[in-house]
T-cell receptor
Framework: NAGVTQTPKFQVLKTGQSMTLQCAQDMNHEYMSWYRQDPGMGLRLIHY???????DQGEVPNGYNVSRSTTEDFPLRLLSAAPSQTSVYFCASSYSARGYEQYFGPGTRLTVT | GQQVMQIPQYQHVQEGEDFTTYCNSS?????IQWYKQRPGGHPVFLIQ?????EVKKQKRLTFQFGEAKKNSSLHITATQTTDVGTYFC???????????FGKGTSLLVTP
């Protein structure tokens, strides 16, 4: 099992560019989520999905889109990158949303100039 | 959603000293999870507490859930340099579909 994989590991964007952060899991988990981590701010939930075709917003969804067409994949799209989106992004998955441990991917470090 | 507050934000100890981090909430928590993140790494699940007053141990780590389910603690006995990292608590939101993370306690252990 590869667990949760994320690509790319690092990315530099210019303001206004768009891109997609990829996340995949091979554990047949129902629940997947995206977090951003900024110094001193902990992990903040961006979007989550409780199954294929079902997504919902977390604490900080503005500027990001998600979709979940398959159980395995949960890409995060930045529509028009801004310097405030400079962060480390983590994807996570778990068997179910309610009360199960979350498995995190290795993260994507994004810099927007 | 609910917000959990973690204290302290930072802790620097000498190897062999004990360490405790606290997670507090103004509302009753359904459950609490604890994660550890090594520098440059990703969060890794440590444990989940569900019952009021629950105490669980993992080697030198002791996790407690308060009687009122409004606080939790992680205690490390005789710290080692391998304990370095940031420890996060997380609670399940009211909807049951999102984990709300505290801001974490960063532990530095010097030999």
């Amino acid at each position: 099992n590869a667990g949760v994989t994320q690509t790319p590991k690092f990315q530099v964007l210019k303001t206004g560019q768009s891109m997609t952060l990829q996340c995949a899991q091979d554990m047949n988990h129902e629940y997947m989520s995206w977090y951003r981590q900024d110094p001193g701010m902990g992990l903040r939930l961006i979007h989550y999905s409780v199954g294929a075709g079902i997504t919902d917003q977390g604490e900080v969804p503005n500027g990001y889109n998600v979709s979940r067409s398959t159980t395995e994949d949960f890409p995060l799209r930045l529509l028009s990158a801004a310097p405030s989106q400079t962060s480390v992004y983590f994807c996570a998955s778990s068997y179910s949303a309610r009360g199960y441990e979350q498995y995190f991917g290795p993260g994507t470090r994004l810099t927007v100039t | 959603g609910q917000q959990v507050m973690q204290i302290p934000q930072y802790q620097h100890v000498q190897e062999g000293e004990d360490f405790t981090t606290y997670c507090n909430s103004s509302t009753t928590l359904s459950n609490i999870q604890w994660y550890k993140q090594r520098p440059g790494g990703h969060p890794v699940f440590l444990i989940q507490l569900v019952k009021s007053g629950e105490v669980k141990k993992q080697k030198r780590l002791t996790f407690q859930f308060g009687e009122a389910k409004k606080n939790s603690s992680l205690h490390i006995t005789a710290t080692q340099t391998t304990d370095v990292g940031t420890y996060f608590c997380a609670d399940l939101s009211n909807s049951g579909y999102a984990l709300n993370f505290g801001k974490g306690t960063s532990l530095l252990v010097t030999p």
